[in-house]
């Protein structure tokens, strides 16, 4: 069942000569529960994708599908709310609010939206990333893949029907950065997860089911990695 399409997403900065195209007609859909990766070089627009896929920014022109909702054509409240309760972001420097402890942070879209504190689940998130004897701290006091196990908790809290990941083990060295990519995987196996993840390293791009090049903001190659899933 197709969980995403995006339909000749294009994206430009400027006017006239000074025109750039960060996307150039950029079109694909996605299979609720499938891995996908997204990679290219450095400025190939796939921050730029994921910004777009994830409401976070707008398209000049085309349109992205989230669950049969054509997001952009949400009203910013309404996106807003869409957004937290479907989309989980997790971005490579972790974007925790200082002054809230684990268990918080994991929480705050669920309690922003509104919504009761769902005790068993946030319980059940925290025994998952390994952060039980971590619950009260900071996140100045957490190492780097603790804040990233976190972030990870926080877009998976609400079920969202997709989870968009922007180089998430971009910041962290290679051990825990193995580990972060296993916890991904496994959510993704496990609860059947969407996952499309932004990377610049082919060899993690490889462990998808599918790959997706940019070069230059267009699409230039969708390759099966692993059959059906």
Request: contains cysteine.
């Amino acid at each position: 069942m197709e969980i995403l399409r995006c339909e000749h997403l294009t994206k430009t900065y400027g006017r006239g000569e000074t025109t750039v195209a960060a996307l150039d007609d950029v079109s694909f859909s996605v299979e609720k529960g499938e891995f996908v990766s997204v990679i290219g070089p450095s400025g190939s627009g796939k921050s730029t994708l994921l910004h777009i896929l994830g409401g976070v920014d707008k398209p000049t022109s085309g349109k992205v599908f989230i669950d049969g909702t054509d997001i952009h054509a949400l009203k910013e409240d309404k996106l807003a709310v869409f957004r937290r309760r479907q989309i989980g972001l997790v971005y490579q420097f972790y974007n925790l609010m200082p002054v809230l402890n684990v268990d918080e942070n994991i929480a705050l879209p669920h309690l922003l939206d509104g919504r009761n504190l769902d005790r068993e689940r946030l319980d059940q998130i925290v025994e998952h990333l390994g952060l039980r004897e971590r619950r009260e701290n900071l996140p100045n006091q957490l190492s780097g893949g603790q804040q990233q196990r976190v972030s990870i908790g926080r877009a998976l809290y609400s079920h969202p029907a997709i989870l968009l990941c922007d180089e998430p083990t971009g910041n962290l060295d290679r051990k825990t950065g193995e580990e972060i990519m296993q916890l991904l995987k496994e959510s993704n196996r496990s609860q059947k997860q969407t996952l499309i993840l932004i990377t610049h390293d082919e060899a993690l791009a490889m462990q998808a089911d599918r790959i997706l090049y940019l070069e230059d903001g267009r699409l230039v190659k969708n390759e099966v990695i692993r059959g059906n899933i």
